[in-house]
Structure formats: structure tokens, C-alpha cells
């Protein structure tokens, strides 16, 4: 007896296995990408049936294709048996592909599990026909059916294991072509298993229904069909879901990583910042510790930043920040740290240099590189300290102290240096600390004195004005002269209160003397160079004028010349103020700084004092000195300036001044510095002998 086949049917059946066989590739896909392994499992399972059914139902629509001339139908028992067993072997099919690794011997365990499966599900799905005479089978078709069943399980294996992880255009052509590939090998397992099946004449079908085969090929085809598509679309959102959480993941990853980068960066130059470097030095130290590499720090400070900042605005003090920053990454090594510890403070940690003469080498690269930052009176610079280990520390806390001092030493040495540590350096420097505190205290308990010095006129010896001198009345150490703590004051920044405090205490006087009746002449009071560019200082100025009821003529500035140029020239805009209040300028120690007479143009001043290191030699045959002393004299007047000589301490000095037409003179020779009492006691002689040219000798301070 021989069967036909529907067409129509058998192309269902065809349908069918290509899909299923493209569910199953689709779903290896997300059992392997379930992070949870309980959404593996239930990936797993739904999969197994979803396949399963496919294959099962390939192979029944495929039965049911299949006419003979007798009536036909199937056992509904052994039919479920047969889909529990395409079931079976989808779920091992599955879970061998979803394994993160696929070995040759589990590759053709697997192979060997699902075509006995399927062959199972084949030969018993026939079985549900309970022909009578049972089934006659070909053994060779059997082999050629069982051999197919083997070949196209272990393909299957095969290319769903590898295709599980394709992208996702390149997986759906990929997939596409694979599900052809194994649906035929489906349908020509089960037709190779139809073949070998003889039905002898005169069967009868034990399982034969009423049911139309046309229908129930249809309603079995697409129930398996909408079960796949099912499975295919809640694959389709699984895979969607995981690329939205992936995106979120990275998203999350990537404001990790900028979070990480804020926190160990300087957000304006976008240097390392403290909580890098300290890591840095800390990977340095252990180097150190584990192969005795040595390495070291440079403590850069920029000089005179405040004031540009103040001066052009913190605007273009961050660009210059920046352009410092990046001049000095430029010359270190690609290995080396440069760290921002804020404001115009740097640290560089430079590895592997192993001299003291290397170092030195690299500090001064990056003093030129800051050099180059900048133009005019914007033009940077900075003192640098270095410190190595393990020379000076084994600890970062000692080396950053190290490198500060040594810094510290460098901007005392004149700015725009380098210094490296050196271990004297931290007596001086706790020294420097114990006078600093001694001042802070001594600046509120009334320690500190004005003393006054005179100046007369060089023609007629008028009294012409005075200088406020400060003193320290030390409860132990005695009188301290001002070059001892003025230095500390500058540094440490109580020149502020310092200054405040002599121009209160000289204002207060001025108001003494005055309602005492004498005739004050101007008093000079020294003007820090740090505190000349606080904006502030001429309303504070005229504050304290007002207080005490003070014109602004009885008071003088002097500021000292050895101030940089440029940091002088920055000043203009104060000195004009000063000017406009009434408030004359003086410019102090004349011929120490850098005697640039061309800059003395621009500055709004009244005065220039001569500095004292001119006026020593002057009538004992230094002719460089009388020379020097005379164009400065003969400038300042083309200037309209006054000209003061300090020092004066001989009645030659004197002469030589007269002779070369100086205004005025200050020196031991007329008077030292004397406490207010004994100054007033010289305004009150003046006054009394007003008109009259007087000498007036004092005695020493
Ligand atoms: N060898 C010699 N020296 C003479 C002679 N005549 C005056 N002197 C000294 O020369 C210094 C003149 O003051 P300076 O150049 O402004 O130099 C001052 C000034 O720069 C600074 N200073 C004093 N008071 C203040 C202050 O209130 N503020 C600031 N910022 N600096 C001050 O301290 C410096 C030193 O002050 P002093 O020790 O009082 O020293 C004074 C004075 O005693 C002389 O004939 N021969």
C-alpha cells in the first residue's frame, strides 16, 4: 500500500520547521544572556516547548500531508509522547548551546541525545497510528533517517552556539539562513523516515478519526506558528529590554568614570588635584619601598599672583592659571604628576631622577616655562622648592613640608628662583613661625612704637617733614629694629594690621601735636608693596584722616623702589587716588631696585628718596657715586620731583648734596629716628624759630 503526500500541507510542514528552527537559535540567544539563573531556566523551559512544539509539529503536519487509501488518525497518548519527547530534545539542545563553552564531546553527546530524540518523537508519532499489520521499515532508510537526525542535530548545536552572541542584523541574516539550513534537515529526517516506513496491503488504522486532515494540519500548523511567534516576540522585547538596561549600564559607567575624573581633577586647569597627588606620591613611596627608585616634589608658588588677579581681574588670572598649568605639563615627563593645590600653589612629582643636579634641571625648565606665561605687567613668574626622597622624607607629609620651606626660601632669595631643601632650613623657618606669632600678639598688646626721623631742607636746614619708623619694645628681647620683623609681616600678611596700626597710631599723633599748636610739617609713613594694590587702601586711608580730623596734606606715603617695576608700575592707578585725595607719594630707596629712570614718567609722585648706599661714598673721591647721585637729581627735577638723600652722616655728605642742588636730607647727621615726645619737642624749637635756618641735633635712637 502507498501513501501520497498534500502538497499544500507539506509546505506547512516546511514553514513550520524553519521557524521553529529559527525560534530555537533566537532563544539560545537569551538563555545565554539572562544574567539571573532563574531567568535562565524559565528562558530554558518556555524555549524547550516553544521548540519542541515547533519540531513536533513539523513532524505531524508532515503525517498529516501524508494519505493513505484507508482511513487515518492518531492515538492521542503516543502523539503526546512523541511531542514530550521533541521537548526533551529541545530542552538538551538548548542548555548544551547556551553553555558559556562548547566541547567536541559535548557537542556529540548532545548530537547523539537530540537525534535519538527526535528519531524517537518521529518513529513514535508514527507508532500513534496503530496500523494493524504493524509498520514494515526499511533499515537502510531507518540508518539514512537516523543519520540525517544525527547530522542535523549536532548542526544545529553547532550553529546555535555560535550564533547566540552575533550582532543584531548580522544574527538575523545569520539565523535566517541557518533556520533553512536546519529546518530541511528536519523535514528530510522525517521524510527519510516516511520512506523507510511500508505499510503492507490491507492495514488498518487503530486510530482512525473522522477529523479532516486538511484542517487539522491547519489548526496544528498555526496554533505552532502564533506559539513560536509568541515566543519570537517576547524574545524581541527580552532583547530590547536588555539593550535599554545595557545603554543604562554604560550611561551609568560613563558618569561613573567623569565623577571619578572630577573628583581627582582641578576643574580650572584640569590638573591633578590634592587627593590625586597624594595618591601619586603615595604609589611613588612605594615604589620607593619595594625598588629604592627615588624620586622628588617641586612646590611651585606663582609670584605676585594676588595682585595680577586683583589687578586684571580673576577672569584673566584663571586663564593664566590654566596657561601655567599646561606650560609646566609640557616640560615634565609623561610619568610626572603636576597638581594643583589651589589657588596659585603647584606640586610636581617628578620620578626617577637620580641627582640633586637633575632635579635642578627640571625646576629651572619649569621656571622658563612659567616665564613664558603671560605678556607685560601679566607676565608670570615663580619661586619653586624642591625636596627628594628618600634625602629629605619618607613620608609625604615631610616631603610637602620640605618642598614648602624650600619654597619659602626661594621667594626670600628674590622670587623667580629655585631652591632645593636643605635640612638648616627648618630651624630658620620655625624661627620665622615663633617671631610671626610674637608679632600677631605684639601688633594687638601695644608693643609696637613710631619712631620719628627728621628731613630738612638742604639749603636753608628747615625742618621739612619726617619719617614714621616702627619699632618692636620686645618685653625680653628689647628694641627690635623693623628690617628684623618686616620681612616676616610681609610674608605672613600681617603687614596688614601692622601698617594699619602705624598709620592710626601717626594720624592720632599728627591730631596731638596739632591741638598741642605746633606746626606739623608732613609725616612719611612706609607703604608696603603688598599693600599698595589693596583696593580698599585709599578709602581706608581717608577713614583714618577722618578719625583723628587729619588733613590730607599732613601725610605722606613712601613706597620703596626695589619693588619690581612692572608690580610699581601696577600701582598707578592707587598712587593717582592718593594724589587726588591731597595724600603725597614718595618713592623710597631710590637706585636699589632695577633704576629704571624711563618707568619714573608715569608714576604720580612727589618725592624721590636717594638711597642711602649712593650717599655713603659721596665726598670720598667715588666719582661713580657722585655721577650716579647727580643725574638722578638732575632727572628728578626735569620731573618736577624733590629729591631726599638718606643717610647723610657727614658734613661733607652734606656739602656734596648742597652742591649738586638737593632738596632735602635725612640722615644720623641731623637727627636719628626719636619716639613722638622728643619729635614734637623739634616741631615746637621750628616753630618757635620760624623763618630761622636751624640745625637741630638729636640724640640717637
Ligand atoms: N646707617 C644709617 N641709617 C640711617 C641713617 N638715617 C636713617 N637711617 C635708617 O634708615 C632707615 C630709613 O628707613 P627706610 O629706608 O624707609 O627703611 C625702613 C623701612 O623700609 C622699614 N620700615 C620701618 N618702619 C616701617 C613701617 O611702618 N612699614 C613698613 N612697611 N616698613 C617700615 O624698615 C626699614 C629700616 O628702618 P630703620 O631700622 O628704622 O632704619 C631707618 C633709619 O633708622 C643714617 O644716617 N645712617
Redesign the pocket.
Known amino acids: 500500500m502507498f501513501g501520497t503526500y498534500d502538497y499544500r500541507i507539506t509546505v506547512l510542514a516546511v514553514v513550520v520547521a524553519i521557524l521553529a528552527s529559527y525560534t530555537a537559535l533566537d532563544l539560545v540567544g537569551r538563555v545565554s544572556a539572562a544574567t539571573r539563573s532563574r531567568d535562565a531556566f524559565a528562558w530554558l523551559a518556555a524555549g524547550a516547548v516553544a521548540m519542541g512544539t515547533g519540531i513536533w509539529s513539523m513532524h505531524f503536519v508532515g503525517m498529516l500531508a501524508f494519505e493513505l487509501p484507508i482511513e487515518m488518525g492518531y492515538d492521542i497518548h503516543i502523539t503526546a509522547l512523541s511531542w514530550l519527547m521533541a521537548v526533551l530534545a529541545s530542552s538538551v539542545a538548548l542548555f548544551l548551546a547556551s553553555r558559556a563553552a562548547l566541547s567536541r564531546a559535548r557537542l556529540l553527546i548532545g548530537a547523539v541525545f537530540m537525534a535519538v530524540s527526535i528519531a524517537g518523537m518521529h518513529y513514535t508519532g508514527m507508532a500513534a497510528m496503530l496500523m494493524e499489520p504493524g509498520i514494515v521499515y526499511d533499515p537502510l532508510w531507518v540508518g539514512i533517517s537516523l543519520l540525517i537526525a544525527l547530522a542535523a542535530s549536532g548542526a544545529a548545536l553547532w550553529i546555535a552556539f555560535y550564533l547566540r552572541e552575533v550582532s543584531r542584523v548580522r544574527g538575523f541574516a545569520g539565523k535566517a539562513g541557518a533556520a533553512v539550513f536546519m529546518g530541511a534537515a528536519i523535514v528530510g529526517m522525517h521524510y527519510a523516515g516516511m520512506a523507510a516506513a511500508k505499510f503492507p496491503i490491507g492495514s488498518i488504522c487503530g486510530a482512525a478519526s473522522q477529523l479532516d486532515s486538511v484542517w487539522l494540519a491547519t489548526l496544528v500548523g498555526a496554533c505552532t506558528i502564533l506559539l513560536l511567534g509568541t515566543a519570537l516576540t517576547a524574545a524581541a522585547l527580552d532583547r530590547r529590554l536588555e539593550s535599554h538596561t545595557a545603554q543604562l549600564i554604560y550611561s551609568l559607567s560613563e558618569a561613573n568614570s567623569s565623577l571619578r575624573h572630577a573628583s581627582r581633577h582641578d576643574p580650572l586647569t584640569n590638573l591633578a588635584n590634592r587627593h590625586l597627588l597624594h595618591e601619586r606620591v603615595e604609589q611613588a613611596l612605594m615604589q620607593w619601598r619595594e625598588k629604592k627608585t627615588r624620586f622628588s616634589i617641586a612646590y611651585i608658588d606663582l609670584d605676585g599672583f594676588k595682585v595680577i588677579n586683583d589687578q586684571l581681574g580673576h577672569d584673566v588670572g584663571d586663564q593664566l592659571l590654566k596657561r601655567a598649568g599646561a606650560a609646566m605639563t609640557s616640560v615634565v615627563r609623561h610619568g610626572d604628576t603636576v597638581a594643583r593645590m589651589g589657588g596659585d600653589e603647584f606640586i610636581v612629582v617628578l620620578q626617577g631622577l637620580s641627582t640633586q643636579e637633575a632635579v635642578a634641571r627640571v625646576c629651572e625648565k619649569l621656571l622658563d616655562a612659567i616665564a613664558q606665561v603671560g605678556e607685560g605687567s601679566a607676565r608670570l613668574s615663580a619661586s619653586i622648592g624642591s625636596a627628594t626622597c628618600p634625602r629629605d622624607g619618607t613620608a609625604l607629609s615631610d616631603l610637602v613640608t620640605a618642598g614648602d620651606v624650600a619654597m619659602y626660601i626661594a621667594k626670600n632669595k628674590g622670587k623667580n628662583c629655585y631652591q632645593a631643601y636643605e635640612s638648616s632650613m627648618a630651624t630658620r623657618i620655625a624661627e620665622e613661625y615663633t617671631v610671626q606669632e610674637d608679632l600677631r600678639d605684639a601688633i594687638q598688646d601695644g608693643e609696637l612704637v613710631v619712631?620719628y626721623?627728621p628731613k630738612y631742607s638742604t639749603r636753608d636746614r628747615q625742618l621739612t617733614g619726617a619719617?614714621?619708623?616702627?619699632r618692636w619694645e620686645h618685653p625680653d628681647k628689647g628694641m627690635i629694629?623693623?628690617?628684623q620683623f618686616?620681612g616676616i609681616a610681609e610674608r605672613s600678611g600681617l603687614?596688614n594690621d601692622?601698617?594699619s596700626w602705624?598709620l592710626d597710631s601717626v594720624c592720632a599723633q599728627i591730631r596731638r601735636w596739632l591741638d598741642m599748636g605746633l606746626e606739623v610739617p608732613p609725616i612719611s609713613?612706609?607703604?608696603?608693596a603688598i599693600r599698595i594694590h589693596n583696593e580698599d587702601l585709599p578709602e581706608r586711608t581717608q577713614a583714618c584722616l577722618d578719625k583723628h580730623g587729619v588733613a590730607a596734606s599732613y601725610l605722606m606715603f613712601?613706597i620703596?623702589e626695589s619693588l619690581a617695576v612692572r608690580e610699581i608700575l601696577r600701582a598707578v592707578e592707587a598712587l593717582k587716588r592718593f594724589s587726588a585725595m591731597g595724600v603725597r607719594v614718595a618713592l623710597?630707596?631710590f637706585g636699589t631696585g632695577h633704576s629704571s629712570l624711563s618707568y619714573l614718567r608715569q608714576l604720580p609722585i612727589q618725592q624721590l628718596k636717594i638711597d642711602?648706599s649712593f650717599i655713603k661714598d659721596l665726598g670720598a673721591c667715588d666719582g661713580d657715586h657722585v655721577e650716579i647721585v647727580r643725574s638722578i637729581i638732575g632727572l628728578a627735577h626735569a620731573l618736577r620731583l624733590r629729591v631726599v638723600a638718606?643717610?647723610?652722616?657727614t658734613e661733607q655728605q652734606m656739602a656734596f648734596l648742597d652742591s649738586l642742588d638737593c632738596d632735602e636730607v635725612?640722615?644720623?647727621?641731623m637727627g636719628?629716628?626719636v619716639p613722638a615726645a622728643a619729635f614734637g619737642e623739634v616741631v615746637a624749637q621750628q616753630s618757635g624759630r620760624a623763618g630761622k635756618a636751624t640745625l637741630h641735633m638729636l640724640p640717637g635712637a
Open positions: 619712631y626721623q619719617e614714621a619708623l616702627v629694629p623693623p628690617d618686616i603687614i601692622l601698617e602705624v609713613v612706609n607703604l608696603s613712601e620703596t623710597d630707596d642711602r638718606e643717610g647723610v652722616e635725612q640722615g644720623f647727621l636719628r629716628p
